[in-house]
């Protein structure tokens, strides 16, 4: 898989992928520009009328619940039944679950619409199956990666979903497989929404890559490479947001072969 990774990263910069994005308000402009660096074309839609048929033009979906109100929640489950039926991939991002019962109620709705993908930090991951009393601090996470392991492995066999456990070690789990990503840096905790932008850019390659394990280890092998990477020449969360950015639009095939630490079991 390790050979196939750049592959993929190739193939999202050069068909430029459209991604849908119902996201939090916080994260907009982030997640844009983190899909425009690595390639692919964004487009933020949530308007009832409309999400729909947009989920017909684009070739994949990211959900962010972020902030969530009662309009948004309607334009996200039309939106996640519109590409279950067009069978388009689409990604749930379930920031702060377990903090509300709204945003679990929420949850429970987009989960039944079977989402392709699931990315969240341990606690969250945690949270979604209730196999922890782990607390939410905020989005932050309070629980290590490993932690959350059985609960990934639970949301895939529910759901079918592959689920990214995203940390200090970034954990994939899929039917057959568990890879672990151990690139970033701890800089990364310090600038608000790299997570949410890390699940608009898995968006971009399930998209195009069929094997979505691979899809999303390509993701975030380049996503956390690159953080890695910018945070050797910034000063702080504010110059390494610039240069993530900038890293994620010029990182060549060199520097991420030999930036990038991954293992199978």
């Known amino acids: 898989m390790d050979k196939q990774l750049w592959k993929h990263i190739q193939a999202v910069r050069q068909t430029s992928p459209l991604v849908h994005n119902i996201t939090n308000f916080v994260v907009m402009n982030n997640t844009a520009n983190a899909l425009l660096a690595v390639g692919a074309s964004p487009i933020m839609a949530h308007a009832h009328s ?8 684009c070739q994949s979906l990211v959900i962010n619940i ?25 990604l749930l991002d379930p920031v702060g679950s377990g903090a509300t019962s709204y945003r ?37 996470s309070t629980a290590q ?11 895939n066999s529910k759901y079918g979903a ?31 929404g790299l997570g949410c932008s890390a699940s608009a850019v898995i968006g971009a390659f399930i998209a195009i890559v069929e094997n979505t394990t691979e899809a999303v280890a390509a993701a975030m092998a380049l996503f956390s490479i690159c953080g890695e990477l910018a945070a050797k020449h910034s000063q ?30």
């Open 50 to 57: 409309e999400v729909e048929e947009m989920v017909g033009i």
């Open 236 to 265: 702080g969360p504010g110059t390494l947001q610039v240069n993530l950015l900038d890293t994620l639009h010029t990182i060549t095939e060199e520097e991420f072969t030999t930036t990038l630490n991954i293992k199978h079991a």
């Open 66 to 90: 972020g902030t969530l109100d009662e309009y948004f929640v309607t334009s996200m489950l039309l939106a996640a039944k519109k590409a279950n039926e067009l069978q388009k991939p689409w």
């Open 162 to 192: 592959v689920v990214c456990i995203s940390g200090e070690t970034d954990i994939i789990v899929s039917q057959d497989q568990t890879i672990y990503l151990n690139n970033g840096n701890a800089l990364m905790t310090k600038v608000t």
């Open 145 to 155: 990666s490993n932690e959350a392991l059985e609960a990934a492995r639970f949301i």
């Open 104 to 140: 679990n109620t929420v949850l429970s709705q987009l989960l039944e619409c079977k989402p392709t993908v699931v990315r969240g930090n341990a606690s969250e991951i945690l949270a979604l199956t209730k196999a922890n009393n782990t607390t939410i601090k905020g989005v932050d």
